[in-house]
């Protein structure tokens, strides 16, 4: 099996399980019937991804990548950190705001009182991955005077409440659209200029 083709296979998998994730919600979401819309062998999704678990975790981690990504960059080659910043609010908050996420996040809640794994992944590989990464790159802000006020744990979680707010539950709910690009990028812009201003240089 050439390397393009499994790609291609891998991400014809993935679709099927959020789409029937977002039908269906986790509990009820099977590997078989995964394969089958996916057109895939049963054995297929075992092989690659162990169990469901496995599968939605994979979900979980690519959702995330992209930003995690960006911010490992930025802390590597010394990017400004604000410019930084600039960059990956629209990013961070199209991700936590896409119909990927509000599905994962719909079963996690599903899930809580079921089988109670699929919450601690989005944990793990989204908020707890991306917020040391993030109070780091603050951490550059500190140092090079750009911020002032406070701590870089204090100004990430300024941050975040400033970026997501109450939208990302609001998507969850069902009671908000997903932000356009020109929305999501000025919000991001109004969260740097709110953050320099909490915790910037007086």
Known sequence: ???DYAARRRAAIKEAAFEI??????KAAS???IARRAKASNETLYKWFGNKQGLFRTLVEDNARDARDLLEKALSDNSDPIEALSRLGPLLLAIVTSEKAVALNRAAAGDVFETATLGS???EHGREAIFPLLKDLFEKAFRDGTLTDGTPAEAAETY???LIGDLQIRRVIGVAPPPDREETEARAARAVAKL???????
């Open 1 to 3: 099996m050439s390397g």
């Open 21 to 26: 994730l977002a039908e269906k919600g986790y």
């Open 31 to 33: 590997m078989l019937e």
């Open 121 to 123: 992944t989005i944990a």
């Open 160 to 162: 975040i409440n400033l």
């Open 196 to 202: 320099l201003r909490i915790h910037g240089s007086a």
